[in-house]
């Protein structure tokens, strides 16, 4: 057992890689689907033996000690990688991460599935898929701020590719774009890794790159006073910048629908399930962290680019013929609700960013696969020459509904939750006992303001939801429209385990997320107190 604990994290994140670098050597375009699905599933498996008994307790205490393993950071590896530059090779597991691995190898194993029909290069195409498989988890479970920072671009690669390759007719403007956005989101980033590994000189002897020790109360406050408060602050701003295009925020944001657009469906499905979140867990694990003064100072403009994402991704949503690029601005909405609820720096809203980043993850990839089913039924994405598919498609129409229900917010399916915790994480942050509140950073009125503004938001998301449905599933069946068959199985294994979970987490959030997540919100919170 105890060799497992120390090598599941390893072998979860490099199992992929092997995968992908097998494929290339496969003959058989059969032979190199089954291999890839099966490295897929063995990595959901791996991920779900961190739940085993003995592996992680979700009841451990901070998450930041002044020393030991770290609290619930757990099972961690440390292994010197560069040593002349304190960069270690180390990874971990705690609450904020453990969601989203779960989340992320189930989404890959899925994403497997819908990617069968790809026909074009198809050992290029696995091998790339796995690659960014194993991107994804090595930056969920990173605990050295250089490794993470490797890890974090290694994603950037196959996704140019995978969209630039086997992408719709405007695959290589939707490839570049991506690529340069993110690229220089990743500058942004890489600045600020250089500026606190430079100052983290005069507090830790030769600097480090160790996410844990970066976060400890004490040095973080050592770190920006040496850095003085203008250079503490741009060192902040750019990592939320570089954070926040991942997301992406309004008005970091014009790659999404491009890419999504164009990029196949389980590619998507992968995009806004999975790297989307990344933007979010960078700003949990490692902006408000490692500056938590300067996170409470400028805590109203983080909260108005999560408000105005919200609003303006709803809208133009809601004026969308094309059924995938509504899904794409919908994504932007709902992840404007993950920057609020952490900008607020509220128990509620912290945990229900995290709950959200999990629920739309979910919900997304959903969307996006029933985008792509009635893509092949009907040869064409706009909503006003669909109608009558509840008809001929009443499985496919039942199915996508809990999609769309969850999305809109109806209460007993995952997005309810999320979007109920953010909004209480809102208003809860104008009370008089909140950090934002009793530390002088923020008004009343300034919080009830935005929270208002966020909640004009879910009625948009509710009307243009609702006229989606109406548009391509009900009305009068076009005269000149094929009777398509209904949802084949490599469909149901895909969106019935989705419709499911978005069920489950609805109804018992506390037992799928909030159990593994309330110990490191808590603890998150204390370094801002």
């Given at each position: 057992?105890?060799?497992?604990?120390?090598?599941?994290?390893?072998?979860?994140?490099?199992?992929p890689?092997?995968?992908?670098?097998?494929?290339?050597?496969i003959?058989?375009?059969?032979?190199?689907?089954?291999t890839?699905?099966?490295?897929?599933?063995?990595?959901?498996?791996?991920?779900?033996?961190?739940?085993?008994?003995?592996?992680?307790?979700?009841?451990?205490?901070?998450?930041?000690?002044p020393?030991?393993?770290?609290?619930?950071v757990?099972l961690?590896?440390?292994?010197?990688?560069?040593?002349?530059?304190?960069?270690?090779?180390k990874v971990?597991?705690?609450?904020?991460?453990?969601?989203?691995?779960?989340?992320?190898?189930?989404?890959?194993?899925?994403?497997?599935?819908?990617?069968?029909?790809?026909?074009?290069?198809?050992?290029?195409?696995?091998a790339?898929?796995?690659?960014?498989?194993?991107g994804?988890?090595?930056?969920?479970?990173?605990?050295?701020?250089?490794?993470f920072?490797?890890?974090?671009?290694?994603?950037?690669?196959?996704?140019?590719?995978?969209?630039?390759?086997?992408?719709?007719?405007?695959?290589?403007y939707?490839?570049?774009?991506?690529?340069?956005?993110?690229?220089?989101?990743?500058?942004?980033?890489?600045?600020?890794?250089?500026?606190?590994?430079?100052?983290?000189?005069?507090v830790?002897?030769g600097?480090?790159?160790?996410?844990?020790?970066?976060?400890?109360?004490?040095?973080?406050?050592?770190?920006?006073?040496?850095?003085?408060?203008?250079?503490?602050a741009?060192?902040?701003?750019?990592?939320?910048?570089?954070?926040l295009?991942k997301?992406?925020?309004?008005?970091?944001?014009?790659?999404?629908?491009?890419?999504?657009?164009?990029?196949?469906?389980?590619?998507s499905?992968?995009?806004?399930?999975?790297?989307?979140?990344m933007g979010?867990?960078?700003?949990?694990?490692?902006a408000?962290?490692?500056?938590?003064?300067?996170?409470k100072a400028?805590?109203?403009?983080?909260?108005?680019?999560?408000?105005?994402s919200?609003?303006?991704?709803?809208l133009c949503?809601m004026g969308?013929?094309?059924?995938?690029?509504?899904?794409?601005?919908?994504?932007?909405?709902?992840?404007?609700?993950?920057?609020?609820?952490?900008?607020?720096?509220?128990?509620?809203?912290?945990?229900?960013?995290?709950?959200?980043?999990?629920?739309?993850?979910?919900?997304?990839?959903?969307?996006?696969?029933v985008?792509g089913?009635?893509?092949e039924?009907?040869h064409?994405?706009e909503?006003?020459?669909?109608?009558?598919?509840?008809?001929?498609l009443?499985?496919?129409?039942?199915?996508?509904?809990?999609?769309?229900?969850?999305?809109?917010?109806?209460?007993?399916?995952?997005g309810?939750?999320?979007?109920v915790?953010?909004?209480?994480?809102?208003?809860?942050?104008?009370?008089?006992?909140?950090?934002?509140?009793?530390?002088?950073?923020?008004?009343?009125?300034?919080?009830?303001?935005?929270?208002?503004?966020?909640c004009?938001?879910?009625?948009?998301?509710?009307?243009y939801?609702?006229?989606?449905v109406?548009?391509?599933?009900?009305?009068?069946?076009?005269?000149?429209?094929?009777?398509?068959?209904?949802?084949?199985?490599r469909?149901?294994?895909v969106?019935?385990?989705?419709?499911a979970?978005?069920?489950?987490?609805?109804?018992?959030?506390g037992?799928?997320?909030?159990?593994?997540t309330d110990?490191?919100?808590?603890?998150?919170?204390?370094?801002?107190?």
């Open positions: 057992m105890e060799l497992l604990r120390q090598n599941l994290l390893t072998v979860l994140i490099f199992l890689l092997l995968g992908s670098a097998a494929v290339l050597l003959r058989g375009r059969d032979a190199v689907r089954w890839s699905l099966g490295v897929t599933l063995a990595t959901f498996v791996l991920s779900l033996l961190v739940l085993l008994p003995g592996m992680f307790d979700a009841s451990a205490g901070q998450t930041y000690r020393a030991g393993d770290g609290g619930v757990q961690v590896r440390t292994v010197d990688w560069i040593a002349s530059f304190h960069i270690q090779y971990g597991v705690d609450g904020l991460s453990l969601p989203l691995v779960l989340l992320s190898t189930l989404i890959f194993v899925l994403s497997a599935l819908a990617s069968w029909k790809i026909e074009k290069m198809t050992r290029g195409y696995w790339l898929f796995l690659l960014l498989e194993t994804v988890l090595g930056t969920f479970l990173s605990l050295d701020f250089f490794l920072f490797v890890f974090f671009e290694l994603t950037l690669l196959p996704m140019y590719f995978l969209i630039g390759i086997w992408g719709g007719e405007r695959r290589e939707a490839a570049i774009k991506f690529f340069i956005y993110t690229l220089v989101g990743s500058i942004a980033i890489l600045v600020a890794l250089i500026g606190v590994f430079l100052y983290s000189r005069s830790v002897p600097g480090t790159f160790d996410l844990v020790t970066l976060a400890r109360p004490d040095v973080a406050r050592a770190i920006a006073s040496a850095m003085g408060p203008g250079v503490a741009t060192m902040f701003a750019l990592l939320v910048i570089g954070f295009i997301v992406p925020a309004v008005p970091l944001h014009t790659w999404l629908p491009d890419a999504h657009v164009e990029a196949p469906t389980p590619i499905m992968i995009l806004a399930s999975v790297l989307l979140k979010g867990y960078g700003l949990l694990r490692i408000y962290p490692l500056f938590p003064e300067v996170a400028a805590w109203f403009w983080v909260a108005l680019v999560g408000v105005v919200i609003i303006y991704g709803a949503a969308q013929r094309d059924f995938k690029k509504l899904v794409a601005y919908s994504s932007v909405s709902h992840m404007g609700l993950v920057v609020l609820g952490i900008s607020v720096l509220t128990p509620a809203g912290m945990s229900g960013a995290i709950f959200m980043m999990v629920a739309h993850g979910l919900i997304s990839a959903m969307l996006f696969f985008v089913v009635a893509y039924r009907v064409h994405r909503m006003s020459r669909m109608g009558g598919l509840a008809v001929t009443p499985v496919f129409t039942g199915l996508s509904a809990v999609a769309m229900f969850a999305n809109l917010g109806l209460p007993t399916l995952a309810f939750v999320g979007e915790m953010v909004l209480l994480g809102a208003f809860g942050a104008a009370g008089p006992d909140s950090i934002l509140r009793a530390g002088g950073y923020a008004s009343a009125s300034q919080i009830y303001v935005l929270a208002c503004v966020a004009f938001g879910m009625i948009l998301t509710a009307g939801m609702l006229w989606t109406q548009r391509v599933f009900f009305g009068p069946v076009r005269a000149d429209a094929e009777l398509p068959a209904d949802l084949d199985g469909e149901l294994f969106l019935v385990p989705l419709a979970l978005t069920i489950l987490l609805g109804v018992l959030p037992v799928f997320v909030f159990y593994f110990q490191t919100v808590a603890a998150l919170l204390k370094l801002f107190v």
